[in-house]
């Protein structure tokens, strides 16, 4: 019986530790495709591309998400503490119209904001494993991600990778 549950403790481990380790989006991710505020659907590689050699905080977050919105103002003091980082705001909201709105209301203008027009159950969101919202990654100036997940504005990790940048 120990030595089962020994088996499945390090299973687990090694589970956790591959999902922290990722360091490259998928094709899947990478071809998904997302909407800007203006303009029309681009793919996932396209949003990266468009800033190759700088890092990248991502912000998985919905206007009807509680937890997204009390990170925001950590997000946006990130934003003050970090002027050359690029913020990208990944909406999962229910529609185009509660997006925008939520932008708004919460005061979240600076950065880049997209749509995903497949909601929760994007082949993105489905690649990065998805399993809560808000969702933080940071992608460093090779392309990289230095951060794969971390589900609180507060999370030290994302301070630290952002100074490490």
Sequence with gaps: ?????????????????????????????????????????????????????????????????????VGMPIVKELQKDHPD?????????????????SIKRFGIENGEHYFSTGGWNSPFNKSIDLDWVPRYIIVNTEGKMSLFKATKASDLQIKKTLTAS
């Excluded at 090694?14 to 998928?26: L, P, Y």
């Excluded at 990208?88 to 925008?100: G, N, R």
């Design 85 to 101: 980082v690029v913020f990208v705001f990944l909406s999962i909201d229910k529609d185009l119209p509660s997006w925008k709105n």
């Design 1 to 69: 019986m120990i030595k089962k549950l020994l088996i499945a403790t390090i299973l687990l481990i090694f589970i956790n530790c591959e999902a922290q380790d990722k360091v490259t989006f998928s094709p899947q991710a990478l071809q998904d495709t997302f909407l800007p505020l203006k303009g029309g659907p681009v793919t996932f590689k396209e949003i990266l591309e468009a800033h190759k050699g700088k890092t990248i905080l991502i912000d998985i977050w919905a206007g009807w998400c509680r937890d997204c919105i």
